[in-house]
């Protein structure tokens, strides 16, 4: 069983709201939303961060902006919403499996904290 937390979401093994999935991605909402709209776009691949990318990685990661561009579209949030990608704890990642925030549904701010 894997120990990464993600992983085990992936593999049902923890419950989560999932809103949307795919060969490659799951969408959940978060647990701990920081905007009335807060969802992790989560790559099944097992990636820790974009300092672990590959080069095919990179499609991945076109994949998850995209996937967030149709939820945006799907869900009429196309006025503003911001897509965040924590990169290293001192970046504020906790999860370290490679996932996108979409966070929508209020004004944000600059620079972020
Ligand atoms: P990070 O801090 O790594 O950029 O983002 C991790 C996110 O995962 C956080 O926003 C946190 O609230 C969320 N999270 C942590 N544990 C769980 C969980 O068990 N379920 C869900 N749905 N979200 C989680
Ligand atoms: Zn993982």
């Known amino acids: 069983m894997s120990e990464c937390l993600f992983c085990r979401i992936i593999a049902k093994e ?3 709201k999932i809103e949307y ?3 490659e ?5 978060d647990i701990n939303p920081q905007a009335p709209v807060h969802l992790l776009v989560i790559s099944k691949k097992h ?3 974009t300092q672990d990318m ?4 990179r499609l991945l990661l076109g994949e998850m902006v995209f996937r967030a561009k149709e939820l945006a579209r799907q869900r009429k949030l196309e006025e503003g ?3 965040v990608l924590n990169n290293g704890a001192k970046a504020g990642q906790s999860v370290f499996h490679i996932h996108l925030h979409f966070l ?6 600059w620079p972020p904290g």
């Open 47 to 49: 990636v820790a961060g």
């Open 25 to 29: 991605l799951v969408v959940i909402q």
């Open 14 to 16: 923890i419950p989560a």
């Open 104 to 109: 929508a549904g209020r004004k944000m701010n």
């Open 54 to 57: 590959d080069a095919q990685d």
């Open 81 to 83: 919403y911001r897509l």
């Open 21 to 23: 999935e795919d060969k």
